[in-house]
C-alpha cells in the first residue's frame, strides 16, 4: 500500500513541502544505516486529537541517539512540539508518527562523525498495522530461523535504522512462508520479540514477557501493557522464555505501537490455547482501548492533547 502523503514535513525545524523532502543519495545513513527513530500514535479520542505516550517515545529517541553518539540540535520540548505543530499543520485527526534522527551528507567514511545530525518528523494516516480482523481474531505466526543480535554486536536498547535488517529478514521470511509475523528467539535460543512487536505469553493464569535482557526493544506498548496489567491486579514476570513454551500457552499477545495488542492464534501451525482470542488477553485489549480512546480516566498522564 501506498504511503498516504500529507501535505507538510518538519525537516530540520522548517516545515516544507511532502515532496520537498529529500535527501542526497550520498548521505550517510544511506549506505551505512545510520539513523534513529521513532514510531508513534496519535489518536483521535472523544475529547479530541491525542498522542499517546509522546514523551517516552521522545525519551528512547534520546536515548537511541546517544548510544550513537548522535547530538541531537534541539531539546526534547522542542522535539515534542514540533511533533505537535506537524500534526496541526497537516490537519490530522489520527496519524502515525515518523521521527528520524540520521547522519546526513558530508563524508562517506565509515566514521559517521563529520556528518551532519539531521531530523525529520513525518505524520500520515495509519490503521492497524496487522489488521483490523488481527485484532479479533489473532495472528498466524512463525518462529524466526533467524535470531536477533547478540549482545555487544548491534545494540538492541536502540531503535536504529539498521536493527530493521535483521526485522525485515524476520518478516520477509515468514511472509514467504504464508505466516503474518515472525518471532525471533535470541542467540541464547530464548524468545525475544517478532520483527516489530514485544510478545507476551499467559499459562495457567500468569503472565511472562521476556526481560530486557532478552535481545528486546524496551517498547512502550509492552511497558503501558504492564502497567495496565498492574492495574486490573494481575501480576507479569519478566524472565527468560524457551520456544516450546509459546506452544504450550494459554494466550499469546503481540503489543507495538503500530500492531497495539494483537492477538496470536498459532505459532507453527500449532493452535495457542483455543486458536482465538484468550479471555485474559481480551481484558488488556480493552483496558488498552480504553485508555487510547480517553474513554477512562487518563491516569497516568499518557495522552498529550494536540
Ligand atoms: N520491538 C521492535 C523490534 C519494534 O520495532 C517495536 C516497534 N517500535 C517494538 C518492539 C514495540 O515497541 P513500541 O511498543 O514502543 O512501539
Redesign the pocket.
Known amino acids: 500500500m501506498p504511503l498516504p502523503q500529507c501535505d507538510k514535513i518538519w525537516f530540520n525545524g522548517e516545515l516544507v513541502d511532502w515532496e520537498d523532502a529529500n535527501i542526497h543519495v550520498l548521505s550517510h545513513v544511506v549506505h551505512y544505516g545510520s539513523s534513529v527513530f521513532e514510531?508513534i500514535r496519535c489518536y483521535k479520542t472523544q475529547k479530541g486529537s491525542a498522542v499517546f505516550r509522546l514523551d517516552e517515545?521522545v525519551n528512547?529517541l534520546f536515548d537511541s541517539a546517544k548510544i550513537y553518539r548522535m547530538d541531537i540540535p534541539y531539546t526534547r520540548q522542542e522535539i515534542c512540539e514540533a511533533i505537535l505543530e506537524t500534526i496541526r499543520v497537516n490537519k490530522l485527526e489520527a496519524c502515525y508518527i515518523r521521527p528520524i534522527v540520521f547522519r546526513g551528507y558530508e563524508t562517506l567514511g565509515v566514521d559517521p562523525m563529520g556528518c551532519p545530525v539531521e531530523v525529520v518528523i513525518a505524520v500520515w494516516e495509519w490503521g492497524e498495522y496487522l489488521g483490523d480482523a488481527a485484532l479479533k481474531n489473532g495472528v498466524s505466526v512463525c518462529t524466526s530461523s533467524w535470531n536477533r543480535m547478540a549482545p555487544n554486536t548491534l545494540p538492541f536498547l536502540a531503535?536504529a535504522g539498521g536493527?530493521?535488517l535483521n526485522?525485515q529478514l524476520v518478516r520477509i521470511e515468514a511472509n514467504a512462508n504464508g505466516y503474518d509475523e515472525g518471532i525471533v528467539l535470541g542467540t541464547d535460543g530464548l524468545v525475544s520479540?517478532?520483527?516489530?512487536?514485544?510478545i507476551f505469553v499467559i499459562k495457567n493464569g500468569s503472565i511472562y514477557t521476556p526481560a530486557s535482557n532478552y535481545a528486546?526493544?524496551?517498547?512502550?506498548?509492552?511497558h503501558?501493557a504492564i502497567t495496565l496489567i498492574r492495574d486490573l491486579e494481575m501480576r507479569v514476570e519478566q524472565r527468560g522464555i524457551p520456544r516450546e513454551f509459546l506452544y504450550v500457552a494459554d494466550e499469546v499477545f503481540f503489543?507495538?505501537?503500530?500492531?497495539e495488542i494483537t492477538p496470536v492464534r498459532a505459532i507453527d501451525q500449532i493452535e495457542i490455547g483455543s486458536g482465538q482470542r484468550g479471555p485474559i488477553t481480551e481484558q488488556i485489549q480493552g483496558a488498552f482501548f480504553d485508555v487510547i480512546r480517553a474513554e477512562v480516566e487518563d491516569r497516568h498522564g499518557w495522552l498529550t492533547a494536540v
Not at 503489543?255 to 500492531?259: E, H, I, L, S, V
Open positions: 514510531g517515545h528512547r531503535k536493527n530493521y526485522s520479540e517478532g520483527s516489530g512487536e514485544n528486546i526493544l524496551p517498547g512502550i506498548t509492552r503501558t503489543t507495538g505501537t503500530a500492531a
